[in-house]
């Protein structure tokens, strides 16, 4: 069986076909690396982020984030619905869809005397 095998990889057709199928998959990885290296995919920045959304990214500035979150449940008490739609998609960002529970719970811990603020909240001594 083996012998029979060993005989076809002797043919020069099927030498021709496997040198020409091991230089196209070498030119393939090639271009693929070289097409990255030159043109990265990435994300944008906090500044580019910030001019085109109007809100602080969050993965560049959380404290600003969490206090444009704060501000939005004062002004809006607490009600899911006084958000404008970007407002909601942004919330809903940041906590995985939980953005109208987020909001009534954060409104409610705002609204408590400063003293009672979750430890997370609060700065250390």
């Given at each position: 069986?083996?012998?029979r095998?060993?005989?076809l990889?002797?043919?020069?057709?099927?030498?021709?076909?496997?040198?020409?199928?091991?230089?196209?998959?070498?030119?393939t990885?090639?271009?693929?690396?070289?097409?990255?290296?030159?043109?990265?995919?990435?994300?944008?920045?906090?500044?580019?982020?910030?001019?085109?959304?109007?809100?602080?990214?969050?993965?560049?500035?959380?404290?600003?984030?969490?206090?444009?979150?704060?501000?939005l449940?004062?002004?809006?008490?607490?009600?899911?619905?006084?958000?404008?739609?970007?407002?909601?998609?942004?919330?809903?960002?940041?906590?995985?869809g939980?953005?109208?529970?987020?909001?009534?719970d954060?409104s409610?811990?705002?609204?408590?005397?400063?003293?009672?603020?979750?430890?997370?909240?609060?700065?250390?001594?």
């Amino acid at each position: 069986m083996f012998g029979r095998l060993l005989e076809l990889l002797n043919l020069p057709i099927v030498k021709i076909v496997l040198g020409a199928v091991a230089v196209i998959a070498l030119v393939t990885m090639l271009s693929a690396g070289t097409r990255d290296a030159v043109n990265p995919r990435s994300t944008p920045s906090a500044p580019t982020f910030e001019q085109q959304f109007g809100r602080p990214d969050p993965g560049f500035h959380p404290d600003s984030a969490s206090d444009y979150v704060d501000k939005l449940a004062r002004d809006s008490g607490g009600d899911w619905n006084k958000l404008s739609p970007e407002d909601q998609r942004y919330v809903n960002g940041l906590t995985a869809g939980h953005g109208a529970i987020y909001l009534r719970d954060r409104s409610k811990l705002l609204k408590k005397p400063s003293g009672t603020m979750p430890l997370s909240r609060k700065k250390p001594p």
